[in-house]
């Protein structure tokens, strides 16, 4: 539960900021990206579509995707997500708790996209 409000909370976040972060705004301007992040399971799912601007999300386990974040279980997710560690995210990999499938290109997309709104 606290993993799926956590991916609702960070959609509101990065809607909000699409609005009114100049930075942000033209961050995501240029590209057309979906970013799939849920868990091992597929329980808890939400995509990120990014297109040329606007942002839009569905919840799901979603097979057209660009990039999945795929964590091993929610409460994994939540921690390495909310984590105050720079590097949580690469440990997490390391340890085999995150996998990437698709372009990592855009996993490191959008992380640096939230770097610039949080």
Not at 88 to 98: C, D, I, R, T, V
Request: net charge positive.
């Amino acid at each position: 539960m606290r993993f799926s409000l956590l991916l609702f909370a960070l959609y509101v976040i990065l809607k909000m900021a699409s609005f009114i972060n100049q930075r942000f705004k033209k961050y995501i301007r240029k590209i057309r990206a979906k970013i799939l992040i849920k868990t091992a399971d597929g329980r808890i799912a939400r995509m990120f579509v990014f297109d040329k601007g606007k942002l839009t999300t569905v919840t799901g386990d979603q097979k057209a995707f660009d990039v999945a974040l795929i964590w091993k279980d929610a409460a994994t997710g939540f921690s390495v997500m909310t984590s105050k560690k720079k590097d949580a995210s690469f440990y997490a990999a390391a340890q085999g708790k995150l996998r990437v499938e698709g372009m990592s290109v855009y996993a490191q997309w959008f992380e640096d996209g939230i770097k610039l709104v949080m």
